[in-house]
């Protein structure tokens, strides 16, 4: 099929159904005509394709699950860090608090390995026992 200006598709040359490389097919070439009944009863299956195809987009698979679980659990790891700084310098940032106990509060996806839960497993701990500490470092001043 081959569109050339404002006028529309051209037919393609054969009278087969037209085939693009990547495997989709054009359906009957013809003219312009009125939809018929059997194409009105096709386009409510290929929306219900398209949408099946969308929802699909959507489902994580265990590869990008594990990038996000490893994603948050560095995320958590550099809150850590900051906060060490900060006590190391003398300076306590109420901002770095709520950050770290954001990210704590985050869904952690499930990486789908038992090693990968034990270590963000520790990670999710030490950083519930620093916001603990530092509650009771507010609450004695």
């Not at 194409?39 to 265990?62: C, F, I, K, N, Y």
């Not at 060490?84 to 950050?99: I, M, Q, V």
């Amino acid at each position: 099929m081959k569109v050339t200006g404002t006028t529309g598709p051209q037919a393609p040359t054969s009278g087969k159904s037209a085939r693009s490389a990547s495997g989709f097919s054009l359906g009957q070439a013809g003219g312009a005509s009125a939809p018929t009944a059997a194409s009105a009863a096709a386009a409510p299956t290929s929306v219900a394709d398209v949408s099946a195809l969308m929802a699909l987009q959507g489902v994580e698979g265990p590869l990008e699950k594990r990038r996000r679980a490893i994603k948050r659990g560095v995320g958590l790891l550099d809150r850590l860090d900051e906060m060490k700084l900060a006590l190391l310098s003398g300076e306590g940032d109420p901002a770095l608090l709520e950050r770290l106990a954001r990210n704590l509060r985050e869904e952690r996806p499930d990486g789908g390995d038992a090693g990968l839960n034990a270590v963000l497993d520790q990670i999710d701990l030490r950083a519930a026992v620093e916001l603990a500490k530092a509650e009771l470092r507010r609450g004695e001043a």
